[in-house]
């Protein structure tokens, strides 16, 4: 785990390529710049759980698709 500094590379960026799919680079909220609140406050901290990873990815996926196409495919890791 760190921040991102840009976009996949490597073998997804291949796969990204090959199919023709859009590379998106999420970075958690208390990795690298995202840090609520900027501190490490225990009201802070209540959000780090797999729990609200999981939640802020799927809020992400929701709030892409309303601008997308239909017919889309979502692959997270």
Known sequence: ???????????????AQQYKAKLIALEHRFYGESIP???FSQENLKYLTVHQALADVAHFIDS???G???NHTWVTF
Request: charged share 10%; proline share 12%.
């Open 37 to 39: 609140g900027n501190d």
């Open 64 to 66: 892409t698709n309303a």
């Open 1 to 15: 785990e760190g921040p991102c500094n840009g976009p996949p590379g490597g073998f997804m960026a291949e796969l």
């Open 68 to 70: 997308l196409a239909n």
